[in-house]
């Protein structure tokens, strides 16, 4: 037996346990079933997209469809728009053009992190960081952000860096409680990590997983990490921006200054090699202009959130408004949260326990319910909690 796997296995086995669940799994096509568990799309996708696949279906050379590496136009497309976007002048020759976000995250770890190494992620995390920690050989180290405010917490990180840290990972705007992280946050976070860096001898890479960056709410300000510390690799997947993430295209966007630019360039493209030929497919690069500009309604996603956090609030749940991404955190009427996710499931609602993220006691809703599952939605929620009350 590989001796890495059992170990993914053991870190997976709660994320597993939930998403193969087949009773979980009949209820995602059940029209009864309110869905707000995963940021999966609950409607068609935006046909501007389908209309750019289908532009960049037709061959108009003998190369259309040949071996797709990191483009030169991809690269430039790439760089000219977020460089404005995030205020950092990304070089396209620092651009690496992914199958998604699960693609940049894997080289970006297996270019800067290998055995004897540790590299440290937030939790309550996305589901695959720890897997992917140890895919490549690395020891994951977890700093657990603190409810309800869930900021970053530059200190405790400080606290976990040992001389083996090659890495820390964050995630802004965050999955799974909808925080983005002030700019302040993100600056005491490159001066703890400037000073371990000078303290070690070896730079400390920040992985700032941004998927969500163009999903923010009441014109807030993202910031990204990379334009504050020089040693910062942005992660991108257009997944969720076109609430599409079969559509398997992202990037890595290495920020200028960084340290052994030159080296790490090579071996991002190695690193995307060897994950499986991490590059995004052909279609979508010949489609990427036109993808670049499209987003899904950001606007009709806050309005859903001032309907539903509002709604639940005046229930009686705990909970808060996100300020990006699709997701927010509410408490558990219930400490056990699998048992109150069962309650939910009666009625009709289907939510992501909070045990599944790392925090047990909440759970996670999705805003990407369509519009005509959020008011028997919200019933669902209303009657889940009368019922709780009366056992109680
Ligand atoms: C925080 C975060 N990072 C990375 C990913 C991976 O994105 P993709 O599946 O588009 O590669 C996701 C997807 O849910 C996510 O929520």
């Given at each position: 037996m590989p001796s890495v796997l059992p170990r993914i296995a053991a870190a997976l086995e709660s994320t597993l346990a939930f998403l193969t669940d087949p009773e979980f799994e009949a209820l995602l096509?059940?029209?009864?079933i309110n869905n707000f568990a995963l940021g999966n799309p609950q409607e068609l996708p935006l046909p501007e997209l389908v209309g750019a696949l289908q532009q960049a279906l037709?061959?108009?050379?003998?190369?259309?469809?040949a071996y797709k590496m990191n483009e030169e136009s991809s690269r430039r497309t790439i760089a000219e728009s977020i460089g404005p976007r995030l205020g950092v002048p990304f070089a396209p020759e620092d651009v690496f053009v992914t199958n998604g976000g699960f693609g940049a995250i894997a080289a970006t770890l297996r270019a800067v992190a290998g055995p004897g190494d540790e590299v440290i992620f937030i939790s309550p995390?996305?589901?695959?960081y720890e897997p992917l920690i140890v895919a490549v050989g690395a020891e994951p180290v977890r700093v657990r952000l603190q409810p309800p405010a869930f900021d970053l917490d530059a200190e405790a990180i400080a606290a976990a860096?040992?001389?083996?840290?090659a890495a820390v990972l964050i995630n802004t705007p965050h999955n799974p409680t909808g925080r983005v992280y002030p700019t302040q946050q993100l600056e005491e976070l490159a001066r703890v990590l400037t000073e371990a860096s000078d303290r070690h001898g070896r730079p400390v890479y920040l992985l700032s997983d941004e998927?969500?960056?163009?999903?923010?709410?009441?014109?807030l300000r993202f910031t990204t990490p990379a334009a504050l510390y020089p040693p910062t690799f942005v992660l991108y997947s257009y997944g969720k921006t076109l609430l599409s993430p079969g559509m398997r295209m992202g990037y890595i966007a290495m920020a200028p200054g960084m340290p052994g630019a030159k080296q790490l360039r090579g071996l991002l493209f190695l690193g995307q090699v060897t994950t499986g030929w991490a590059f995004a497919n052909a279609d979508l690069q010949h489609a990427l202009p036109r993808i670049e500009q499209l987003s899904i309604d950001v606007g009709a996603l806050q309005r859903r959130r001032d309907r539903v956090i509002p709604a639940l609030l005046e229930m009686g749940y705990q909970t808060d408004l996100p300020e990006g991404t699709f997701y927010a955190m509410v408490r558990s009427p219930l400490e056990d949260d699998q048992e109150f996710s069962r309650v939910l499931r009666r009625h009709g609602t289907l939510v992501l326990p909070g045990s599944v993220v790392e925090l047990p006691g909440w759970f996670r809703i999705s805003l990407t319910a369509n519009d005509e599952m959020i008011e028997p939605g919200l019933e669902g929620f209303r009657r889940a909690l009368s019922e709780v009350a009366a056992r109680a």
């Open positions: 096509d059940d029209p009864e037709e061959p108009r050379d003998k190369n259309w469809f995390p996305w589901f695959f860096i040992t001389p083996r840290t998927p969500y960056h163009r999903i923010v709410y009441d014109d």
